[in-house]
């Protein structure tokens, strides 16, 4: 049984291109004992991946090279030699761009067996996953927003910012959403149910997307989760209220090693801001409480998401390139089988 | 009797100038029912000022044109026909930049009775004053420093700066300090006890700045009390540590209108740092207890301070050009009398 594999061969230097991945065929090994063979359903494309594919000193250890790319996948147990789980168990952990995990004893406590009987197998990499608890934490930890509070999410149609918003929207506050193109930005507020949504394509320079952020936000901005950094975010600072919070999730504007520099900082002074940077990884006693809720927001059809879907393991890295560029549509998905 | 006072008569554009300044004689009026008449000793010269003099949003209102120059003094109650304060009293408030302050009713909640027994009636505008409420609350309500961690703070010698570093010592942390020129480096470790100052003067860029601060701080910074902004931010946020935690107090770099564009923003999400602004007058609360313990450690000589003393209402603009460059050298007063 051949499992295919993508591994990074090369560090990117600025946009990376399909030859830093090399698709490999492995054989799927003998089970020994303790461990567990998931087949793979999904994986997840997430654009922390990028910053990992980078040698630097960040949160976490840098994706090794010559080796299966890390992240999050959903599958079933389709072989075991533990007691943690058995075949059949549908479950969530770090899977790897492969068809094949096979999960090493000590691995195993990272994985965890998940219930599809209200909630699609894919939706626990999305809105009931690390990208739903993501909003759950910056939003809940970090903005504590209060009702009546205006909070403003960049990258709002993906899998991180629907959920920012639509969380916002559950607490009391007025929702506002950025993102790239007009078709993304009716979707933010015709299917997640913003109260409006700017298309920083049509606001190039920081007048013009101050002015935006000006007409939609009327009282100012009192919570910001930020995904995308540069330009965003100085113009959000424009607008930002005393006492306003930042729950820094992402920058992918600057994923890429572009400058990013923030254009008035003494506005955190101006405004006593808090900016506060975060890893969903480093909030995990929350996690069970978060899941909880996004699961049950999700099985009962108030908490809305979108999948973008590449089919088959082959079409990984051009996905993982377009997911950089803004190219999907809520969660980036590859669909293995 | 004779008040002369400094008025703003034109806002600055870069440096404030003597031509923005004009002084003025008024003659000190009879008391009415309920007023306080205080001669005033000592005017406090602080950074902030130059902030309050532009037309622009920030967290204060303007300084007005063509009215006293406002800022913190003491002096003694030299007439009273309110039950509030007696002639004799010496007292703290806002009395601004003239030789008497005629007190109204409704401002004398704002203005304090002190016990100069064993304080001098100028540290009630330095360490046991507002600076040294700024320290306090900059240190201990947003650093909060634990036990062996590392706090460094910018315009070390300065009358918040210098506090700051001692209190951090007494919390048993290692106290770094940014200053400008040997002189104030050598005080601020020899008199005012810091771990290392380093000399800013000495690295005029990025790369220098941050190979000094890596071997003044060989465990990374967990704390840093901003007072300056620019290039020191920058080079702090190079060798901050996860989790640290940066109070910004003041940019005096962009006091003057000078861009400080921040350089790598996403370092503060890499380190999962919260950067929080503040203003020590939206901390009332804690004003009893800080000016109770920074009292007391003046009083029992724990706490140095320095100041530099202007002489005469009339080097009032003079003086505070001088601060906005540095050339004080700990609190910046004008003595009156």
Redesign the interface.
Known sequence: MINKQWHLVSRPTGEPTSSNFKLVEAPVPELQDGQVLVRQHFMSLDPYMRGRMNDG???AQPQPLNAVMQGGTVGEVVASRSTSFQVGDKVVGMGGWQQYALVEPAALPMWRKVDTTHVPLSAYLGAVGMPGVTAWVGLNKIIEPKSGETVVVSAASGAVGSVVGQLAKAAGCRAVGLAGGPDKCRAVVEEFGFDACIDYRQHPDLKSLSAALKEACPQGIDGYFENV?GLI?DAVLLRAN?FSRVA????IA?YNGE????????L????????????VS?YLPHWPQALAELGGLVATGKLKYRETIAQGIEAAPEAFIGLLKGKNFGKQLVKLI
Not at 248 to 251: D, K, R
Not at 259 to 266: D, E, H, N, S, V
């Open positions: 000193k960040s949160y950094g975010l005393a820094m999730c992402g920058m600057g400058p990013i520099p923030l254009a008035a900082p003494q955190i002074l101006v405004n006593r801001m808090k900016v506060q940077g975060f890893i480093e």
